[in-house]
T-cell receptor, first 115, second 117 residues
Framework: GAVVSQHPSWVICKSGTSVKIECRSL??????MFWYRQFPKQSLMLMAT?????????EQGVEKDKFLINHASLTLSTLTVTSAHPEDSSFYIC???????????FGPGTRLTVT | AQTVTQSQPEMSVQEAETVTLSCTYD???????LFWYKQPPSRQMILVIR??????QNATENRFSVNFQKAAKSFSLKISDSQLGDAAMYFC??????????????FGQGTILTVHP
């Protein structure tokens, strides 16, 4: 149990375009989802926290207009990178937590390359 | 800032031997949770072991055990009988239980573990 999927696993887009990444909890209802960014051989940095039906809370330094997060249902959250630039290239990981529980379950990640 | 520090960027161990990965953290909370995660080359985050701060007993999961020193804010991971499949990047993480850090994981910098046959 407690499986989280991400789609796509790998995406290449041109500079200036937008790309959407989906995060789904497959066998539980995720009241909270988290989005992280990870550069090669570095740690995970929390970008934002989203609660179902509410606006996402962004960490300091994260551009909310660039990284749009939507958590419209208890099993789906999306991260849209708008007007992507090469510096947005990174590995994006989501995690999900069920209500009343503290443990987060991680998706397999999405590698974004902006050319 | 409530940080998590892993002072060993890289560690290596011989197969079947024991290795200990270090982690210290900073917190003003009395209740929190600590985790060790493994990230293999696939980059999927895998939970290795968890420790509730209110529990004095050190957590153990098969070959993995922790040495939790609450007063010293230290949380080391011991891997016994190391296997080739243990090779990965290991992250120590703290889960906030209150205030602005409630429910958020703060990760250490990571330790790359190499296992030699």
């Amino acid at each position: 149990g407690a499986v989280v999927s991400q789609h796509p696993s790998w995406v290449i887009c041109k500079s200036g375009t937008s790309v959407k990444i989906e995060c789904r909890s497959l066998d539980f209802q995720a009241t909270t989802m988290f989005w992280y960014r990870q550069f090669p051989k570095q740690s995970l940095m929390l970008m934002a926290t989203s609660n179902e039906g509410s606006k996402a809370t962004y960490e300091q330094g994260v551009e909310k207009d660039k990284f749009l997060i939507n958590h419209a249902s208890l099993t789906l959250s999306t991260l849209t990178v708008t007007s992507a630039h090469p510096e947005d290239s990174s590995f994006y990981i989501c995690s999900a937590r069920a209500g009343g529980r503290y443990e987060q379950y991680f998706g397999p990640g999405t590698r974004l390359t902006v050319t | 800032a409530q940080t998590v520090t892993q002072s060993q960027p890289e560690m290596s161990v011989q197969e079947a031997e024991t290795v200990t990965l270090s982690c210290t953290y900073d917190t003003s909370e009395s209740d929190y949770y600590l985790f060790w995660y493994k990230q293999p080359p696939s980059r999927q985050m895998i939970l290795v072991i968890r420790q509730e701060a209110y529990k004095q007993q050190n957590a153990t999961e098969n070959r993995f055990s922790v040495n939790f020193q609450k007063a010293a804010k230290s949380f080391s991971l011991k891997i016994s009988d190391s296997q080739l499949g243990d090779a990965a990047m290991y992250f120590c993480a703290r889960l906030g239980a209150g205030g602005t850090s409630y429910g958020k994981l703060t990760f250490g910098q990571g330790t790359i573990l190499t296992v030699h046959p």
